[in-house]
């Protein structure tokens, strides 16, 4: 059952990723065209992500202590439409396999609870059906009994 959800699932993220190239260009141009959009949305994470990069490159190398030039805003700019833009492909992904995940959930929750009811109602059918063999058990040695208690027939000449 779960591999036949798999092939939905990359499906639906190679969907996600190609609508994801539009949905980061309508980003970088709403970041060329709105100050306010590329100062406090795309600028701050491009910058944080270049500094945590170089910083880690130049560790990496050996140098420590060096200091960090900001990007140009242009740069900074891109980069941060280009972060935002795989962010929202990432959460829209990520938001698929939770829906895929509480489907299949579900699904086998579902499935347990009627394996459960199955299960109950075999056990009362077991309970009925010996309940009915001893009824029949005890009449059976009821009629014994009484055969038994019966004078034994006679042999005419």
């Given at each position: 059952m779960v591999?036949?959800?798999?092939?939905?699932?990359?499906?639906?993220?190679?969907?996600v990723r190609?609508?994801?190239?539009?949905?980061?260009?309508?980003?970088?141009?709403?970041?060329?065209?709105?100050?306010?959009?590329?100062?406090?949305?795309?600028?701050?994470?491009?910058?944080?992500?270049?500094?945590?990069?170089?910083?880690?490159?130049?560790?990496?190398?050996?140098?420590?202590?060096?200091?960090?030039?900001?990007?140009?805003?242009?740069?900074?700019?891109?980069?941060?439409?280009?972060?935002?833009?795989?962010?929202?492909?990432?959460?829209?992904?990520?938001?698929?396999?939770?829906?895929?995940?509480?489907?299949?959930?579900?699904?086998?929750?579902?499935?347990?609870?009627?394996?459960?009811?199955?299960?109950?109602?075999?056990?009362?059918?077991m309970g009925?059906?010996?309940?009915?063999?001893?009824?029949?058990?005890?009449?059976?040695?009821?009629?014994?009994?009484?055969?038994?208690?019966?004078?034994?027939?006679?042999?005419?000449?």
């Amino acid at each position: 059952m779960v591999v036949g959800a798999f092939p939905i699932a990359k499906l639906l993220y190679l969907g996600v990723r190609q609508m994801g190239k539009p949905v980061a260009n309508r980003i970088k141009a709403g970041a060329r065209r709105s100050e306010f959009f590329k100062n406090y949305i795309c600028l701050p994470p491009a910058q944080l992500y270049h500094w945590i990069e170089m910083r880690t490159k130049m560790r990496i190398m050996g140098f420590r202590g060096s200091t960090i030039k900001p990007l140009n805003e242009e740069a900074a700019a891109e980069l941060g439409a280009e972060l935002l833009g795989e962010a929202i492909i990432f959460f829209i992904g990520g938001g698929c396999m939770v829906l895929e995940y509480s489907r299949q959930a579900t699904n086998s929750r579902r499935k347990e609870e009627e394996l459960n009811e199955t299960i109950t109602s075999l056990q009362t059918q077991m309970g009925e059906l010996a309940l009915t063999t001893e009824t029949l058990s005890a009449q059976l040695r009821e009629v014994n009994r009484l055969l038994l208690s019966l004078p034994a027939p006679t042999e005419k000449k």
